[in-house]
């Protein structure tokens, strides 16, 4: 029976010629394997109108409309109907026609009696279930073990003192040594002059910039958007020196991993040294220097696109994976599905840009210290133009924004001196007849004169006022012509 079986499959295949199967590899395969499969494969989730193209008897079993194959007569063959695309409800490929060769070569192997060595074997291999267990044995997830012993290999000569300084200084700070540093080594015959020389340049805080580099380089540090304008990051800088001060402070590496995934929710966030400002908040700066699109007409896809990156990044510079592919499907060999892959992009989605103040606890109550002695200073200081008699102080810029003002921009700390907006009054009721509104440039520009205005008792009005206006007053004056 078993040599029977054997012999029942062989024979349509010795019926093929050599020519005839090597036109089926080369010309027919590669159509049916890119334009068909996609629908009408192992991996087609449901198979449309059941109809399997993968093999040679899925071929001429057909589907729900029948056999779509006549073996010798491609004119009545269904197949070639629909990829010719002469029946408007039969269309096939959806995607788009074949070309003229393609469809030609269809013809041709029809005619031909469509032969065909793929056996009831599916021509392409069905999805692999993800084994989560094998995938951990994957000397990649193991803990680290020494190596079986090799040969020794010949070391080579040692390097010269002058030489060997030139390496680790190159190595540890990226900068050549100076002469007196080349210097004061080869003068130094003590037995722990390399240690010196080592512990010096990790003291250095070139150090930091020298490695804090490569870091840079895994988080895909940039300054600029890219896209269309380009624009700048905002405050960019403040990642690189935050990298750079993690190296030259040897920050643990769980502590640093720990700072960029969520430093903001850190229980117990690590302080500058200085104390002056919260170092862990600025490790998530890492996720938003990717591409921002200007912009973007398809909003969700960029904001997926986006997370996506920042997954892609995360994983690369934490992991060592490329755990981006799980977006489309889990992976083929290390442990990670696609579940994961959207669990985590659940988390990012969740998760904003927003800019935040880092003060120290004590730096802001130094600021506040601050600017209270700023402002019972400027209390206490005299109006820069006196009150002439019978007039009433109505509001005075000179030292503050008076109450009740609206602010339309941002004063400096010392109060509105300085200024870039505008401000508007309240509306009040005139004690007087007359308004004068005194103009910085009246104090250097002669041509600038005190603009009256008249205005009856109780009369309620509004007042805008420019950056240059330093005080209004209101007083008796000459009657309104």
């Known amino acids: 029976m078993r040599w029977a079986a054997l012999l029942a499959i062989a024979a349509p295949l010795c019926a093929q010629t050599a020519q005839q199967l090597e036109f089926f590899e080369k010309q027919i395969r590669p159509i049916l394997a890119t334009k068909c499969y996609g629908c009408h494969g192992p991996q087609a989730n449901p198979v449309r109108a059941h109809l399997r193209l993968d093999s040679r008897d899925g071929l001429r079993k057909g589907g729900d409309t029948g056999p779509v194959l006549v073996p010798g ?7 070639l109907k629909a990829v010719s695309y002469t029946n408007l409800d039969l269309r096939m490929p959806p995607t788009g026609k074949l070309s003229d060769a393609e469809i030609a070569a269809l013809k041709q192997w029809i005619d031909m009696g ?10 392409v291999s069905a999805p692999r279930a993800l084994d989560l267990e094998r995938g951990k044995r994957h000397w990649a997830f193991k803990p680290i073990a020494k190596p079986a012993a090799r040969p020794e290999l010949p070391a080579g000569e040692p390097a010269s003192k002058r030489v060997w300084l030139r390496r680790v200084t190159y190595d540890l700070t990226g900068l050549p040594p100076t002469r007196a540093e080349i210097a004061a080594y080869l003068a130094d015959n003590s037995p722990n002059a390399d240690r010196r020389v080592v512990d010096r340049l990790l003291a250095s805080p ?3 910039e020298r490695w804090g580099r490569h870091w840079l380089d895994l988080v895909r540090f940039a300054e600029t958007n890219g896209h269309e304008f380009d624009n700048d990051k905002l405050d960019a800088w403040q990642f690189r020196d935050y990298i750079i001060r993690a190296f030259n402070e040897d920050v643990p590496y769980n502590q640093l991993v720990r700072e960029h995934i969520a430093g903001d929710l850190l229980p117990a966030k690590r302080l500058s040294r200085d104390g002056a400002f919260w170092e862990s908040p600025l490790g998530t700066g890492f996720y938003w220097f990717g591409e921002v699109l200007n912009s973007a007409v398809d909003s969700v896809k960029s904001r997926t696109d986006q997370v996506d990156n920042q997954i892609d990044v995360m994983g690369k510079t934490f992991l060592g994976l490329t755990v981006a592919c799980a977006r489309c499907h889990d992976h083929k060999f290390d442990p990670i599905p696609t579940m994961d892959y959207y669990s985590l992009a659940g988390y990012l989605h969740s998760t904003s840009m927003q800019e935040a103040v880092i003060d120290s606890p004590q730096r802001k109550r130094d600021i506040a210290a601050a600017r209270a002695k ?12 006196p009150l002439r008699p019978n007039d009433l102080l109505f509001a005075s810029f000179d030292n503050r924004v008076p109450d009740g003002w609206t602010v ?7 109060g509105a001196l300085e200024f870039t907006g505008s401000y508007t009054s309240p509306k009040f009721t005139m004690p007087k007849l007359w308004v004068h509104v005194r103009l910085r440039g009246t104090k250097t520009e002669k041509g600038l ?3 009256a205005r008249c205005a009856s008792p109780s009369s309620p009005t509004t007042t805008r006022a420019s950056t240059s206006i330093l005080a209004a007053r209101a007083g008796n004056g000459s009657p309104c012509a």
Do not use: M
């Open 73 to 79: 007569d491609s004119s009545s063959s269904l197949l």
């Open 374 to 385: 700023v402002s019972r200073v400027s209390h206490e200081r005299q109006p820069e133009f």
């Open 449 to 451: 004169k005190e603009r």
């Open 206 to 208: 070139h150090y930091g």
């Open 114 to 123: 469509a032969p065909d060595p793929r056996t009831n074997a599916s021509a």
């Open 408 to 414: 339309q921009g941002v004063p400096d700390a010392a």
